[in-house]
C-alpha cells in the first residue's frame, strides 16, 4: 500500500487543511510531517470554522488516526490549547491522535531565541511566525534537542535544565533586549507538558510500515508550501524543514518507492505572509482586492498576506521537484469578476527570457513576463459540477494543465467542505 502526499506548492497558506479534510474519508491514517505551530490548518464545516496548528486535518472524521510524525516539532503549550478547542466537537483525541517519540519539543526559550534572533535582524528580519520553530530545528540537527519520547525518561528535566540555561545565554548574546518571565513560562510548560503525557507516544516509523503491511491507507499531510522549503525555497527567506516531498521520507521514515499519489494544491493567485521575494505581487487596487475578497490574512498571526498573480514558473519549478501527479486549484472564487487575469508564463532575467526558477528572484533580477486571460463573472461558490464552470474559467484550467502537464483534479470553490469540485 502506498502513502499518498499533499503539499502545498506556493509560499504556504494554499488551503491544504481543507483538502485533507476532504480527501480524509478515503484515508486510514493521516500524518503530518514537518513543520510546527508555525502552520494553521483552517477547516470549515456544519457553519464552523476551525484552526489547526500541529494537529492533523484528519481528526474531525469518525475513523481515521491521526499521527504527528518525527519531523514535526511540537509545543506543548500550544498543542494543548488545541486539544482543548477540540473538546467542543467531542472527539476521542486520546484514541484517534498518536505522537512520534523522534519529534522534537520546542521549549519556551526557544520561542525567546526565535524573537532575539529576529528582532536582531532588523530590516533583514524573515517575518518568522516566531512560534520557535528556526531555533528548535537548529538544536535537532545541533544534536541537542529533547524529543516526546525523552519525556518518558526519568532524567529529561535535567536535560531540559541544560538546555534552557544555554538557550538564555545565547539570548544575552544577541545585541537586544527581550522581556520575560522564564518561571512563568516553565510553569505552563510543565503544565502542558503533563497533559501532553496522557497523549499515546509511538514508534511511529514502526507503526507506519505495519499499516502499510496491513493494507492500510496513509496520507501523508504538508505544512507551509514549497516555496518556503529550507533547501528549495526562497532562502534565506523560509521556514526550517523540508516542506517538499522529500521531507515526508524523512519525517516520517517513509521511503521513496512507497509514495503513490503527490497531490499539489495552488491558488488560483499568489500570496505570501512574512519577508522575501515575491516576483508576481500587486501593489495596486487588483492586489488589495484578491487580499479582501479572499480574506488573506494569516490564520498562526493574523497579519495580511501580500497578493500578486499566479506565477508558472515557480509552480512548475515546484511541481518538479514534488513530483506531483495531481493538482488541486483553489480559490478560483475569489477571482469572480475581476476586470482580467494575469499569469506570470516567463521572467526577464540578466536580459535573457528563462522559464526555470534562478538563484535569485529579487526584484532587480527578474521582472516577470505575463499571460492575460478574460476572467469569469460568474459566482462559483454555488456551483457542484464542472459542466456549470463558465468559459473563462475552463479556459484558464485548461491552459494551466497544458504548461504544467499535470490533471487539475479538484477546482475548490469556497471555504467550506461541501464547496469542493471533482473533475
Ligand atoms: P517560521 O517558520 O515561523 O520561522 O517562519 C519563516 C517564514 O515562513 C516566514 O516568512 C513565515 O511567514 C513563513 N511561514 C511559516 N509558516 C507558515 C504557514 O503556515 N503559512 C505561510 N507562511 C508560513
Known amino acids: 500500500m502506498a502513502v499518498d502526499l499533499l503539499l502545498g506548492l506556493q509560499w504556504g497558506d494554499e488551503g491544504k487543511g481543507k483538502i485533507v479534510d476532504v480527501l480524509t ?4 491514517i493521516i500524518a503530518r510531517f514537518q513543520g510546527g505551530p508555525n502552520a494553521g490548518h483552517t477547516l470549515e464545516f456544519d457553519g464552523i470554522k476551525h484552526v489547526l496548528r500541529t494537529i492533523p486535518s484528519g481528526i474531525f472524521h469518525e475513523s481515521a488516526i491521526n499521527l504527528v510524525g518525527n519531523g514535526v516539532v511540537i509545543d506543548p503549550v500550544v498543542f494543548v490549547q488545541e486539544l482543548d478547542g477540540l473538546d467542543q466537537f467531542n472527539i476521542d483525541y486520546k484514541k484517534k491522535l498518536v505522537l512520534s517519540r523522534k519529534a522534537h519539543i520546542i521549549l519556551p526559550t526557544h520561542r525567546l531565541l526565535d524573537a532575539a534572533s529576529e528582532t536582531a535582524k532588523g530590516k533583514a528580519k524573515i517575518g518568522s511566525t516566531l512560534k520557535g520553530i528556526g531555533p528548535t530545528y537548529m538544536d535537532k540537527t545541533g544534536r541537542n534537542g529533547i524529543r516526546i519520547g525523552d519525556l518518558e525518561l526519568d532524567n529529561w528535566k535535567e536535560k531540559y535544565r541544560a538546555l534552557a540555561n544555554k ?8 545585541d537586544v533586549k527581550i522581556q520575560y518571565d522564564l518561571k512563568e513560562l516553565e510553569d505552563e510548560f510543565f503544565t502542558a507538558v503533563d497533559r501532553l503525557k496522557e497523549l499515546t507516544f ?3 516509523e514502526a507503526y507506519l510500515h505495519d499499516a502499510m503491511d496491513a493494507g492500510k491507507s496513509i496520507l501523508a499531510e504538508g505544512a507551509q508550501g514549497s516555496l518556503l522549503d529550507i533547501d528549495f525555497g526562497t532562502y534565506p527567506y523560509v521556514t526550517s524543514s523540508n516542506t517538499t516531498a522529500a521531507g515526508a521520507c524523512t519525517g516520517l521514515g517513509v521511503a521513496p518507492n512507497q509514495i503513490g499519489e503527490v ?3 495552488f491558488k488560483a493567485y499568489t500570496t505570501r ?4 521575494p515575491f516576483p508576481t505581487e500587486l501593489f495596486d487596487d487588483t492586489g488589495a482586492e484578491m487580499a479582501k475578497v479572499g480574506h488573506e490574512f494569516g490564520a498562526v498571526t493574523g497579519r495580511p498576506r501580500r497578493c500578486g498573480w499566479l506565477d508558472l514558473v515557480a509552480l512548475k519549478y515546484t511541481c518538479r521537484v ?3 501527479t495531481q493538482l488541486m486549484m483553489m480559490k478560483g472564487d475569489v477571482l469572480s469578476g475581476f476586470d482580467k487575469l494575469e499569469v506570470c508564463t516567463a521572467y526577464k532575467y540578466k536580459g ?9 528572484i529579487e526584484p532587480e533580477n527578474v521582472t516577470p513576463i505575463y499571460t492575460k486571460f478574460d476572467c469569469w463573472k460568474e459566482d462559483l461558490t454555488q456551483m457542484s459540477d464542472p459542466s456549470q464552470f463558465p468559459k473563462e474559467l475552463n479556459e484558464y484550467i485548461d491552459f494551466l494543465e497544458k504548461e504544467l502537464q ?6 475548490s470553490v469556497g471555504p467550506d467542505r461541501t464547496q469542493t469540485i471533482h473533475r
Not at 538557550?167 to 544577541?174: P, Q, S
Not at 499535470?406 to 477546482?411: A, N, Y
Open 322 to 324: 514534488n513530483g506531483v
Open 352 to 360: 535573457e527570457t528563462i522559464t526555470h526558477l534562478p538563484f535569485n
Open 202 to 204: 509511538i514508534d511511529s
Open 406 to 411: 499535470i490533471p487539475i483534479k479538484i477546482v
Open 25 to 28: 474519508s478515503n484515508y486510514d
Open 263 to 265: 497531490f499539489g494544491i
Open 167 to 174: 538557550h538564555e545565554a545565547l539570548i544575552g548574546f544577541h
Open 273 to 276: 505572509v512574512g519577508s522575501g
